[in-house]
């Protein structure tokens, strides 16, 4: 059984912790701002003005 199971909250860069709720909330004033229907829109916006790039394999 992994044992970050069901956890709410992540680390990411340098130990930095964020919340799942943090994460929602983000998301949801981003898709208020961009009048985007969906997640899958903030992506594509992202791509397009170059704030993701895509990997290299």
Do not use: C
Not at 26 to 41: C, E, M, N, P, S
């Amino acid at each position: 059984m992994d044992p970050d199971a069901g956890r709410r909250e992540f680390r990411v860069e340098a130990g930095k912790v964020v919340t799942v709720g943090s994460v929602k909330t983000h998301i949801g004033r981003l898709l208020a701002k961009r009048t985007a229907r969906d997640r899958a829109q903030l992506v594509i916006t992202a791509y397009e003005t170059g704030l993701v790039t895509p990997e290299r394999r």
